[in-house]
T-cell receptor
């Protein structure tokens, strides 16, 4: 059983650019959630995908968008990057109808200069 | 608005003592609450889930309580060890059935 994997692990972008982060779910998990974690803070919910559709969204602007693919892997896209977007982006997979436990990847550390 | 509060100050305790961490939430009634452990630079790892109809849950040296009247969960680690040093996050299910996280409390266990 493979765990949640995220790529890239680190990246640096400049303000105004666009970024795509990728996530492969744990085997058998059909739901993916994305979180943003600024330094010293708890993870903030961005959105969740289930069966390729957005299933819930936190308080993030439309320039944060996502996709889920038929194999349940997922992408997070952020357009028009701002300095405050610098954070650890965490992907978590889970099984709909399961216990609700989230299985997290190790995250993608984004730095916006 | 919904709010989750955890003590932002680090908790320093001596090895062998019991660590108690607090999670308070306001303006909603979660069906369940989870606790996670996070090590620096790593993703959170699930520890325990407690439902609204459960007052207490145990797993090895861990104990979680859930008081829906006080809107509070307490997380205890008994016989603490230096390896327990980490940040602990509480995560109640929000009104939209999404897991939302508190800011976490950093625990330091000194030998």
């Amino acid at each position: 059983e493979t765990g949640v994997t995220q790529s890239p692990t680190h990246l640096i972008k400049t303000r105004g650019q666009q970024v795509t982060l990728r996530c492969s779910s744990q085997s058998g998990h059909n739901t993916v959630s994305w979180y943003q974690q600024a330094l010293g803070q708890g993870p903030q919910f961005i959105f969740q995908y289930y069966r390729e559709e957005e299933n819930g969204r936190g308080n993030f602007p439309p320039r944060f968008s996502g996709l889920q693919f038929p194999n349940y892997s997922s992408e997070l896209n952020v357009n028009a990057l701002e300095l405050d977007d610098s954070a650890l982006y965490l992907c978590a997979s889970s099984l709909s109808g399961g216990s609700g436990e989230l299985f997290f990847g190790e995250g993608s550390r984004l730095t916006v200069l | 608005s919904q709010k989750i509060e955890q003590n932002s100050e680090a908790l320093n305790i001596q090895e062998g003592k019991t660590a108690t961490l607090t999670c308070n939430y306001t303006n909603y009634s979660p069906a369940y609450l989870q606790w996670y452990r996070q090590d620096p630079g790593r993703g959170p790892v699930f520890l325990l889930l407690i439902r609204e109809n459960e007052k207490e849950k145990r797993k090895e040296r861990l104990k979680v309580t859930f008081d829906t009247t006080l809107k509070q969960s307490l997380f205890h680690i008994t016989a603490s060890q230096p390896a327990d040093s980490a940040t602990y996050l509480c995560a109640p299910l929000n009104a939209g059935n999404m897991l939302t996280f508190g800011g976490g409390t950093r625990l330091m266990v000194k030998p």
